[in-house]
């Protein structure tokens, strides 16, 4: 049996609408689709970073990258930077990844573990 393929902004508006009434649906196929296909994730999470919505932190987080890493293909791409953090969640944002980053080094480092 054939897809059918669901095409048009019709399409878009319903999800809309659904996110309303049942939002964990909407966010569990949203989630699916970001996870299955990177460069519509990459086109998200930099869409949101260029709107100020998330802080490089944030987007390197949801990326799977070290911040300094995104920076580093920002640079690259000619995406403007911003640095610090946008709100308190950004912050904390930052200081996870910064963490992890330590926890890493330190694994890393000889005679680590």
Do not use: C
Not at 38 to 45: N, Q, T, Y
Not at 54 to 60: C, D, H, K, N, T
Not at 85 to 93: G, K, N, R, T
């Amino acid at each position: 049996m054939a897809a059918t393929v669901i095409a048009g902004t019709w399409a878009l508006e319903q999800l809309i609408k659904l996110q309303h009434s049942q939002p964990f649906l909407v966010q569990r196929a949203l989630q699916r689709l970001l996870d299955e296909d990177p460069d519509l994730r990459w086109s998200v999470v930099v869409s949101a970073y260029l709107d100020e919505e998330i802080s490089l932190a944030r987007a390197a987080s949801l990326l799977g990258m070290h911040p300094l890493e995104l920076r580093e293909r920002f640079i690259q791409k000619g995406i403007p930077l911003r640095l610090g953090p946008v709100d308190e969640a950004d912050a904390q944002a930052e200081v996870d990844a910064l963490r992890s980053w330590k926890q890493e080094n330190r694994s890393d480092a000889p005679g680590a573990g």
